[in-house]
């Protein structure tokens, strides 16, 4: 199986900080890799799509990229909404996994 | 609107069974993969099991692989999940999500329920 390895685990920030998130693939998955912001007793909300494509109606300070196996989730000027865990995932395969989460909590 | 609505969940002992059930509205349901993701107490996103729209090429994660079974019943708009030879690690909120499929890496979560709490404990 594709493992999917997310750094840091945790952070803190304040409002209005820059924040990257970063996650590598174990083998190639192209660009078959999506960002979701959990926050508790909600279901997961979609950011970005395919690597780098913005979901419609999320804010454009989202900004996802991609470098061989290494993908990134870029949040600018970090609003309160944003506290909460950040999943990457891989589509590639035919089982779909999850990295293990980054929990973005408030300085 | 799209609507995914678990139920089934409650306590099993372990070794035991259960059976969740995800009821889908507002869609075509016969035409999309369905997904069932799990999240463990202070853990993270685990995605378990998925079904392909007619039924067939159901995929497992290792960790369910043999114990549990994934199923669709079109005419009912409905997901389930038979779990068997239930463990306390298995303890936690599920979800039934859509998947949206296309072409050029375009593959992902657009629909998620509310989630199930499943626990595992004697």
């Known amino acids: 199986d594709i493992r999917m390895t997310q750094s840091p685990s945790s952070l803190s920030a304040y409002v209005g900080d820059r924040v990257t998130i970063t996650c590598r693939a174990s083998?190639?998955?192209?660009?078959?890799l999506n960002w979701y912001r959990h926050k508790p007793g909600k279901a997961p909300k979609l950011l970005i799509y395919a690597a780098s494509s913005l979901q419609s109606g999320v804010p454009s300070r989202f900004s996802g990229s991609r470098s061989g196996t290494d993908f990134t989730l870029t949040i600018s000027n970090l609003q309160p909404e944003d506290f909460a865990t950040y999943y990457c995932q891989q589509t590639y395969s035919a089982k779909w996994t999850f990295g293990q989460g980054t929990k973005v909590e408030i300085k | 609107e799209v609507q995914l609505v678990e139920s089934g969940g409650g306590l099993a002992q372990p070794g035991g069974s259960l059976r969740l059930s995800c009821a889908g509205s507002?869609?075509?349901?016969?035409?999309?993969?369905m997904s069932w993701v799990r999240q463990a107490p202070g853990k993270g996103l685990e995605w378990v099991a998925n079904?392909?729209?007619?039924?067939?090429?159901?995929n497992y994660a290792d960790s369910v692989q043999g114990r549990f079974t994934v199923s669709r019943d079109n005419a009912k708009n409905s997901l389930f999940l038979q779990m068997n030879s239930l463990r306390a690690e298995d303890t936690a909120f599920y979800y039934c999500?859509?998947?949206?499929?296309?072409?050029?890496?375009?593959?992902?979560?657009?629909?998620w329920g509310q989630g199930a709490l499943v626990t595992v404990s004697s």
């Open positions: 079904i392909r729209q007619d039924g067939g090429g159901a």
């Open positions: 999500a859509r998947e949206f499929r296309s072409g050029y890496s375009v593959n992902y979560f657009d629909y």
């Open positions: 507002g869609f075509i349901f016969s035409s999309y993969y």
């Open positions: 083998q190639t998955i192209s660009n078959y």
